[in-house]
C-alpha cells in the first residue's frame, strides 16, 4: 500500500491552462504540505494544512489554490499556469504535534509549454 | 528567516574514499532530518536526529547533530557507486515557525 499517493504523476500543458494534482495519505497522519522542486533541486514549501485547516502560506502566487477535503487529502489547483510554474511538486505528510521525518509522495512532474 | 546551508553543493568522489557533507543552519532547532532522492524519485528518510549530540548510523553512512553550533554532518565511509545521489538535510522549525526548511542538496556521484 502507497503510504502518501500523488496523481498525476505528469502533467504537459500550455501557458495559460488550470490544471490540479491531487495527494492522499494512508498514514493517519493530522498535517500534509505540498512543496516545489525546481530545476536546480531546491526543495520549497508551499502550504502546509493539520486536520484541514491552512497552517503554511508560503508566498505563493494566489494562482495556487490548495484545498483539503479532509484530512487524508491535499489537493493543488493551478489557474493560468506559466512557464516558470514548471516544476516537480511534492506532497507529504507528517503526524503532529511534532512531525518526526516527513513522508513523501512520488511527486508530479509538471511541463507549463 | 531561517537558511540552511549545505556544502558541497556537488561532490565527486571515488569508491572507498571517506567524505563529509555538512549542513549549517542559522536558528535555534534541537531536530534535524537527513533525505536522500534518487534521480527522478522521491524523498526518503534517512536520519532523525532529535538531540544534540545525537548520532545515528545505517551501513556506511553516519548523521550527527550539534545543536549548540547548529551544525549537522552526513559522514559516507567507503564510498560505493550506490550512494550515488542527491542528500538534503532538513531543519524542523516547528517551535518557531511550524514548518521543516530544506538544505540546497548535495548531489553525491560516487566513480566506480
Known amino acids: 500500500d502507497t503510504a502518501v499517493s500523488q496523481t498525476p504523476k505528469y502533467l504537459v500543458t500550455q501557458m495559460g491552462n488550470d490544471k490540479s494534482i491531487k495527494c492522499e495519505q494512508n498514514?493517519?497522519?493530522?498535517?500534509m504540505y505540498w512543496y516545489k522542486q525546481d530545476s536546480k533541486k531546491f526543495l520549497k514549501i508551499m502550504f502546509s494544512y493539520n486536520n484541514k485547516e491552512l497552517i503554511i502560506n508560503e508566498t505563493v502566487p494566489n494562482r495556487f489554490s490548495p484545498k483539503s477535503p479532509d484530512k487524508a487529502h491535499l489537493n493543488l489547483h493551478i489557474n493560468s499556469l506559466e512557464l516558470g510554474d514548471s516544476a516537480v511538486y511534492f506532497c507529504?505528510?507528517?503526524?503532529?504535534?511534532?512531525?518526526?521525518?516527513?513522508?513523501f509522495g512520488e511527486g508530479s512532474r509538471l511541463t507549463v509549454l | 528567516e531561517l537558511k540552511v546551508e549545505q556544502n558541497p553543493l556537488f561532490l565527486s568522489m571515488q569508491e572507498g574514499k571517506n567524505y563529509t557533507i555538512y549542513c549549517n543552519y542559522s536558528?535555534?532547532?534541537?531536530?534535524l532530518y537527513w533525505y536522500r532522492q534518487d534521480p527522478g524519485k522521491s524523498l526518503e528518510s534517512l536520519f532523525v536526529l532529535l538531540s544534540n549530540g545525537a548520532v545515528k548510523q545505517e551501513g556506511r553512512l553516519m548523521a550527527s547533530l550539534d545543536t549548540k553550533a547548529r551544525l549537522s554532518t552526513l559522514h559516507i565511509t567507503a564510498a560505493v557507486h550506490d550512494l550515488s545521489a542527491t542528500y538534503f538535510c532538513?531543519?524542523?522549525?516547528?517551535?518557531?515557525?511550524?514548518?521543516?526548511?530544506f538544505g540546497k542538496g548535495t548531489r553525491l556521484h560516487i566513480l566506480p
Open positions: 498514514l493517519g497522519h493530522d498535517t
Open positions: 507529504a505528510s507528517s503526524p503532529r504535534p511534532r512531525p518526526g521525518e516527513l513522508f
Open positions: 532538513a531543519v524542523d522549525m516547528f517551535d518557531v515557525d511550524d514548518k521543516i526548511i
Open positions: 536558528t535555534t532547532s534541537d531536530r
